[in-house]
């Protein structure tokens, strides 16, 4: 079965205060994996999709990198905006198989 | 581009009663999946339409059930509500199904409480 842990489940940060999040999976071959944010009562959004180990992409303070077994989310110099739960997912590559979500790392980043 | 819409953002429902929620995807997405988001949980997939078709079904009870229309506009229905229906229900579209390995986009959800 599919599984994705995520780790810490909540990280209190120091604006500037550089850190990672971890993602690790278990998956019957890897199609994709998927990195949102969702902030309180809205929808997951859209940050990277990462398909082959060694992938890496940034965007603004967030860069994701991937490995055979797990990704992690750097987050270099954060914000108190950049406060919200971010979510991994993984896709596998046998079958027509939903995205599997882990349930999230709250992250709050104080000023 | 307008992104995913969903109604209604919020209701409140009788234990037994059911609710039909409203789902329009991104402009040229075909595919429209459904998923149940909640403290303990985290996401759990409900299902997934691809050209008015379901490609996939989480492991939820029958009284969850959904459809597409020909205009890939998705509603989800859910009967004799139980007070463990109280959820945040996500909807999320993208151009292919998601066994194609595209990504996937979400709405802002729509928040159920049974009471």
């Known amino acids: 079965e599919d599984q994705v842990t995520q780790s810490p489940e909540a990280l209190r940060l120091q604006e500037g205060e550089s850190s990672s999040l971890n993602c690790s999976y278990t998956?019957?071959?890897?199609?994709?994996l998927f990195w949102y944010r969702q902030d309180p009562g809205k929808g997951p959004e859209f940050l990277f999709t990462?398909?082959?180990a060694g992938e890496e992409k940034e965007k603004e303070r967030l860069k994701a990198t991937l490995t055979k077994k797990e990704s992690f989310l750097h987050i270099t110099a954060p914000k108190p905006e950049d406060s919200a739960t971010y979510l991994c997912a993984v896709q596998a590559s046998s079958g027509n198989t939903p995205l599997v979500f882990g349930k999230g790392t709250r992250l709050s980043v104080i000023a | 581009k307008a992104g995913v819409t969903q109604t209604p953002r919020y209701l409140i429902k009788t234990r037994g009663q059911q609710v039909t929620l409203s789902c329009s995807p991104i402009s040229g997405h075909r595919s429209v999946s459904w998923y149940q988001q909640t403290p303990g949980q985290g996401l759990q997939f409900l299902f997934e339409y691809f050209s008015e078709t379901q490609r996939n079904k989480g492991n939820f009870p029958g009284r969850f059930s959904g459809r597409q229309f020909s205009n890939s506009r998705s509603e989800m229905n859910v009967s004799t509500l139980e007070l463990g229906d109280s959820a945040l229900y996500l909807c999320?579209?993208?151009?292919?199904?998601?066994?194609?390995?595209?990504?996937?986009?979400f709405g802002e959800g729509s928040w159920l409480t049974v009471v």
């Open positions: 998956v019957s071959g890897l199609r994709g």
């Open positions: 990462l398909y082959s």
């Open positions: 999320a579209s993208s151009t292919n199904s998601q066994g194609a390995g595209n990504t996937i986009y």
